[in-house]
């Protein structure tokens, strides 16, 4: 059923498991002060007032415009209960990623509820589960921060900057460093997987310069180190779009390996054949990577 409420009486501590959109944002304030609110905020009520899960950006615009009070629909009188009701409706309400690993997070945490009993109460697998709790589990304080304020993009991080973690065992503090230097700098996600590629492979000077801020100059570098290719003979221009396609699935199919919707036994039979191929040549390949590798640096 849906109420008015006032703001004064809303618990807001869950806006950080939501991520912010300025461009959406910006939208909606316009459309609020001409129309008003119309969709309701949900949350759960509490002794005094009630705890907000949803619809935090209407809130943040109804402030702005100077607006005391909300429609409001009630998700129940227990927190737990309420995150499991949004998650269960999340396609709806288009959670995010990590907007889910958030609040599936604080299941396990602050209400000390097993995988086990999360995936259940959320017609979820413990997979689905599993996969959630591990992305928070291998981010810092600061680089959930960024991510979930917007100053850095959720996909560069996702699929660019997460995977170094595990093909080249970058540790948290240098991924910290990398996403905090690069916050906030309206950067396009082609320019932080650059920057990427030469923070993490590259030289020290190359870090240092992202360090400090200066993206400019490596930019600028990785832009002439890209036309220096057009000096390449056919065969050497065949074999850098090879790499790069290497790359690129590469961190496809790391980012595709813990998605619960892998699950038919069709598909574990023959991925379980053609992964074994690939294992077997791992040492051979990456031999003769690194020797070309190191040959490319002396030149």
């Given at each position: 059923m849906v109420r008015e409420i006032e703001f004064s009486r809303l618990d807001v501590r869950y806006e950080r498991y939501r991520m912010r959109h300025r461009a959406v944002e910006a939208q909606l304030l316009s459309s609020i002060?001409?129309?008003?609110?119309?969709?309701?905020?949900?949350?759960?009520?509490?002794?005094?007032?009630?705890?907000?899960?949803?619809g935090f950006k209407r809130w943040r615009c109804a402030l702005k415009l100077g607006l005391k009070i909300a429609p409001y629909v009630s998700l129940g009188e227990d927190e737990a209960q309420g995150i499991v009701a949004l998650l269960r409706a999340s396609n709806d309400r288009a959670l995010s990623l990590l907007e889910q690993a958030g609040f599936v997070d604080e299941l396990k945490r602050l209400h000390q509820m097993s995988v086990t009993q999360i995936a259940e109460a959320l017609a979820r697998s413990k997979a689905w589960v599993s996969v959630r709790l591990g992305i928070l589990g291998e981010?810092?304080?600061?680089?959930?921060?960024?991510?979930?304020?917007?100053?850095?993009?959720?996909?560069?991080?996702?699929?660019?900057?997460?995977?170094?973690?595990?093909?080249?065992k970058v540790k948290p503090g240098e991924v910290e460093e990398?996403?905090?230097?690069?916050?906030?700098?309206?950067?396009?996600?082609?320019?932080?997987?650059?920057?990427?590629h030469g923070y993490f492979r590259g030289p020290e000077s190359f870090r240092e310069q992202i360090r400090h801020g200066n993206v400019a100059l490596p930019l600028e570098q990785m832009r002439r180190a890209a036309e220096a290719g057009d000096g390449c003979n056919a065969f050497e221009q065949v074999m850098l779009r090879?790499?790069?396609?290497?790359?690129?699935?590469?961190?496809?199919?790391?980012?595709?390996?813990?998605?619960?919707?892998?699950?038919?036994?069709?598909f574990h039979a023959q991925a379980h054949l053609l992964l074994a191929g690939l294992l077997g040549r791992e040492p051979a390949f990456?031999?003769?990577?690194?020797?070309l590798h190191d040959r490319s640096g002396q030149t």
């Open positions: 002060a001409e129309n008003g609110i119309i969709e309701p905020l949900e949350g759960v009520d509490i002794r005094d007032g009630h705890t907000l899960l949803n981010m810092s304080p600061v680089v959930r921060q960024k991510l979930f304020t917007g100053a850095f993009p959720v996909y560069a991080y996702m699929y660019t900057v997460r995977p170094f973690m595990r093909i080249n990398f996403v905090a230097a690069l916050s906030g700098k309206n950067l396009s996600v082609r320019q932080i997987e650059q920057l990427a090879d790499i790069e396609i290497a790359h690129k699935y590469m961190q496809r199919v790391m980012g595709k390996c813990h998605d619960p919707r892998l699950s038919t036994p069709a990456f031999q003769t990577v690194r020797q």
